[in-house]
């Protein structure tokens, strides 16, 4: 056990036991090696549940809006999702008071698919954390030992919020910086360079696949609405008829709704079962609100999201062509 | 069921009356443009029907009308959706889809010599209406019929226009109730389970009828059973979310039981046996 | 399935493409000012199709994204020039939504010049034909906004398939 | 039984000539996104190695989408045209054992289950499926639980098992004996019998059973602290009922096209709350506890009681895709242990 994991059992107890909170919300084993579950921990006896590891990709607070009435909630935080937490106090979905961040200093997570062996099928995989925070994979192929470093998701590479922005308490030691090498927008940029007509064929093969599962929805925990636009009878703004039209209309509007409100905790993309690269939308917004407003969503519960406001001096369109 | 094509295929029909029940409610009367369905369809009451509007989309109502009417169909719809709001809309000699008669019906062949005890309220009245003009048509066949039917106000009772042929019709008494009254009523004010414990009709060779809003049938069960009516002498019809009317789409299922097929008519006896998801 | 064809005929597609452009004009400053334009007998494109709405922050983006689902070439907002808004502050927002709306639409792969967001006020007819003329002009260099179907695309029948010139 | 041999190099010209009577649909790899099965190209690149494609078969029996009927006009003058039955003949190659299962659990609801659905029917009528045994199970998959195995035949033509340089190819049918009227397909000896039944074993002993589904089925109860348990932390998405090979609900809607429309079908799930939720709001499954106890005890004692066979064939694709680790095998070995 980690002493991640037992200082994040030892709060969860306290505020349990001292009545601060009436749940925690954090992750307990999952099913197989390589995979983590959301928990509601409810009882001071029951902390020992909760577990720490670099498979703890769930960005809890997408449960804080489902979880009103229940009273105060502490969440498990990593950086992003802290971020999360920030956005729906701005967004006033929880009151400040009725959450508590336990804020954890974050090394990355895995990107499940790089420890598949040869014959690409994790079944039976075994997964062992040395002392030193590498992973042993074991499988049929034999044993590896690697870094996390080496097999991290994508949006984990490029983060810059590890450490969490705002939390009542930070558990560990402060985890040293992503590999500043990264640059988050990159992506954005190696598309930008694509002529228009090849980006449009990009999106159209990507989103082409889309089921509209809506899982990406479902996981973000800024996509909250009560009827999501995509579900509205009237006005029928999307149609049922997954075709390639509607699904675009479906992540282009999605993605919009998001703009200054996305902490990049990648967990749209993670759960497409299609694997459609959806946080190379929401990177791009991220980017142009950040140069065009200077704003960086989920660090302030004060502030207030770019296009929930305005400027009289904010730059004008002026007869330009935007 | 559509000749032509497949399951999902509609037959047209013309609505060639609209009646306007309350303020949210209208009944349609549809005839279909094809004059041999015109002439072969056939029905029981209790049956439902999907209803389009091109355009829209389909809803799920019950046959408010009898079959003893030949000639057309009738059903009510209350403005609660999309289709319902474009129903709202058509005009007399507007086209609509129907693909019916779907599911089971009141055992009316069963139920001869019986008496009889519809409890109705608001729109829940739709289906007993037609099961009620059924048996004031064939009025020989069925003893003495009681209809309780009540609405939140005088202006939510439907089919006001047929009350005086209910009440004039042979051994037929009618006991209508608003829960708040307006200046013109003068009728009963109150609930309609009240009403039933304070007519108390017999459980005696009769078998009684309901259908209306959840909390009117929870309160009215209990009324009937302190009568001595048995699970088995109360029939019932459930109202639930459908979209193919045939066994398919799989949204209308109570544990194993489609609505679709196996209902909707059922008595309450059949209801207790099934899982409380309704 | 919801490749609705903008309003044209499928002859008239045929014989020479012509933009079709949706404009969504404020109803207190450029609606009055394409009107004026209208009256004064001034010279614009008809490729416009024009909306009325309340105040160019009445503009959702989704009426914009839903315009180029539909397959429509361009899309024109314009609404009272800043500090002159009707409701105080609607145009405001908009400029602040209209901008990022253009970016992430062009990331998509429609062109920004297929967008224009202008001010336009009630007296500026001879304004709100040059913006017109501009946009029209712009979105006819660049072509029909075309949208290919990748090839995995479910094929439905034909007579459903989109149509577009 | 019968069966006989086909080298892999001969796979290409065998599905080539299959081109010229059938439209041939297999797993293909091409592209982005995981691999789908799709009409073949005279071009086309099969995929038959690796774990089982994460979208199933499903999609040709069933369509995403399928246009039901269109129509013109207004007021009286509507005319309607329903969709005219597809019934081309088709081949679909390197099915899964678990998915050619899953096909006869949709013929359970679109054949039987009072009137047969003729759209389906015909498509499925017309459609022959050449399997392929799985060598490598995926993390998810648990067929041997529920009474399948990786090379199970049930629902299929021919069941093709890869012995390295050929397939033992199992003729199951008589149409699937016109399939290998081919000069490509040799005879198979005892020895490639029993390679491919090594095989087999192989790939089952690599997936033990993990729960007893007969008992299961019959401890499905409906007041179980279970439901709420696994449910209260699902997101309400529907990755697992689309990914699944089995589930077949659907929507039928309207759509406006200018002058008409077209109506239309299109899966649906049990886990969306609009699901189940009427016009005037009441909903009879009104939280993810009552879904997820609708989509486990229709699977498991539902369609048993309807049908006498689960409609659930351990492909694991929901567990897989599951965004937030709901497993339903962990649901499954709780309801068999009595963890109620």
Known sequence: MSNMETAMRETAARLLTEGRVALVLGYEAGSVPFKTAPTFVERAEDVGRLVWSPFCTNNLAVYLPKLKGVGRVAIVAKGCDARSAVTLIQEHQIPREQVVIIGLHCSGMVDVDRLAPIDGSLAGIFISMEADGRLTVASGDGRRTLAVGEVLQERCRVCAYNTPAIADEILGDPASPMPASADPFAVVAEMERLPAAERQAFWRTQVERCLRCYACREACPACYCRTCFADKAAPRWLSKANTVDENWMFHAVRAFHLAGRCVECGECERVCPMDIPISKLNRLLDRDVRERFGYVAGLDPEGVPPLGTFRPDDPDPGGHEG | MSEAGHLYVPNLAVIDRVVEETWDTKTFRAVFTDERIRKDFNYHPGQFQEVSVFGVGEATFCLASSPTRAGFIEFSAKKVGAVTIALHELSEGETVGIRAPYGNWFPHEELRGKHLVFVGGGIGMAPLRSFLNFCLDRRNDYGHIDIFYGARTPGDLCYTREFDAWRNAPDTSLYLTVDRGDDRWSGKVGVVPAYVREVAPSPEGTVAITCGPPIMIKFTLPELTKLGFTDEQIITTLEMKMKCGVGKCGRCNIGSTYVCLDGPVFTYAQLRQLPPEF | ?165 | MSAVILRKSDLPAWARRLLASYRVVAPVGEGEGPVRYQPLASDGAVVLDGLRPLRAPKEHFIPQVEPLLTFQGSGKAVTIEPMAAMESATVILGVRPCDARAVTRLDDVFLGRKEADSLYEARRKATLLVGLACATPSWGCFCTSVGGSPAGTEGLDLLLTDLGDRYHVAVLSGAGRELTADPVFGSATDADAAAAEERHAAAAARMPALFDAEAVAGKVEWEAPVWMRHARRCLACGACSFLCPTCHCFDIQDEVTGEGGVRFRCWDTCQFGEFTRMGAGHNPRPTQTERLRQRVSHKFKYLVEEFGRMGCTGCGRCVEACPVNIDIRSVLREIEGGER
């Open chain 3, 1 to 165: 399935m919801s490749q609705t064809q903008p309003a044209m005929s499928e002859g008239a597609a045929q014989r020479a493409w012509e933009p079709v452009i949706v404009a969504f004009l404020c109803n207190w400053c450029s609606y009055a000012g394409a009107d004026l334009a209208g009256s004064s007998r001034l010279h614009y494109p008809a490729n416009v199709r024009v909306v009325r709405v309340p105040c160019s922050g009445r503009v959702n983006p989704m009426f914009v994204i839903q315009c180029f689902k539909r397959g429509f070439d361009g899309v024109l907002i314009a609404g009272c020039h800043p500090g002159d808004c009707h409701y105080a502050k609607g145009n405001y927002y908009a400029r602040r939504r209209m901008p990022l709306l253009q970016d992430l639409l062009g990331y998509l792969g429609v062109e920004p010049g297929r967008i224009r967001f202008d001010w336009v006020s009630a007296s500026e007819s001879g304004r709100f034909a040059e913006v017109v003329t501009g946009l029209t002009e712009a979105v006819r260099k660049l072509g029909p906004y075309s949208r290919p179907v990748p090839i995995a695309s479910p094929t439905l029948p034909t007579e459903l398939e989109p149509v577009h010139e």
